[in-house]
């Protein structure tokens, strides 16, 4: 089975643009949930989304959204860019189910870097 | 609120050494407990995890058991390995489907 894939791994860009990532989840996954790693920091949540709705958000401004598609796979937008959105960001997958708890998959993240 | 605090690293081990890396927790409910590491490069991958109280989650020599009591999950191995360089994450999640809360990582390397 494929693991989670995200793209592209490293960008750069200036303070105002807007920037999509992009995260194809594990197969057999339904859910996925993306992460802001700050440098030296843990993962903090931004939000998930599960059956192409946001199912859950962390303490981000309405300028991080998102997408999830049929297939799974999730886009991470952000607009009007700030140097502290400078960060990995991690896109994580899991089958959402009843019992017992969810274990993330992850990818290798997308670096960004705002100017 | 809901929280996970690490020991501060960065921790330098020789070879064969025993380590230990604290994690407390602060948690409004009943949470699941998770180490994850992460190799340079690359995404997060699970380690070990625990679901309740008194269980220990054990994997490639690492255990922690879930000690509801002093709110800890402190990570052990009995003798590193220089492979076992990396930062480890302890985190919580309080059920089902639910955001994950991370420390903020503690950067082990082992000499050899």
């Known amino acids: 089975e494929t693991g989670v894939t995200q793209s592209p791994t490293h960008l750069i860009k200036t303070r105002g643009q807007q920037v999509t990532l992009r995260c194809s989840s594990q197969?057999?996954?339904?859910?996925v949930s993306w992460y802001q790693q700050a440098l030296g920091q843990g993962p903090q949540f931004i939000f998930q989304?599960?059956?192409?709705?946001?199912?859950g958000r962390g303490n981000f401004p309405p300028r991080f959204s998102g997408l999830q598609f049929p297939n799974y796979s999730s886009e991470l937008n952000v607009n009007a860019l700030e140097l502290d959105d400078s960060a990995l960001y991690l896109c994580?997958?899991?089958?959402?189910?009843?019992?017992?708890?969810?274990?993330?998959?992850f990818g290798a993240g997308s670096r960004l870097t705002v100017l | 609120g809901n929280s996970v605090t690490q020991m501060e690293g960065p921790v330098t081990l020789s070879e064969e050494a025993f380590l230990t890396i604290n994690c407390t927790y602060t948690?409004?409910?009943?949470?699941?407990l998770f180490w994850y590491v992460q190799y340079p490069g690359e995404g997060l991958q699970l380690l070990l995890k625990?679901?309740?109280?008194?269980d220990k989650g054990s994997n490639k020599g690492f255990e922690a058991t879930y000690r509801k009591e002093t709110t800890s999950f402190h990570l052990e191995k009995g003798s590193v390995q220089v492979s076992d360089s990396a930062v480890y994450f302890c985190?919580?999640?309080?059920?089902?489907?639910?955001?994950?809360?991370f420390g903020t990582g503690t950067s082990l390397t082992v000499i050899p």
């Open positions: 994580a997958s899991f089958l959402q189910s009843v019992s017992g708890a969810n274990v993330l998959t």
């Open positions: 197969s057999g996954h339904n859910t």
């Open positions: 989304y599960y059956r192409e709705e946001e199912n």
């Open positions: 948690a409004t409910g009943y949470p699941s």
């Open positions: 625990a679901t309740k109280a008194d």
């Open positions: 985190a919580l999640t309080l059920m089902t489907g639910n955001q994950f809360y």
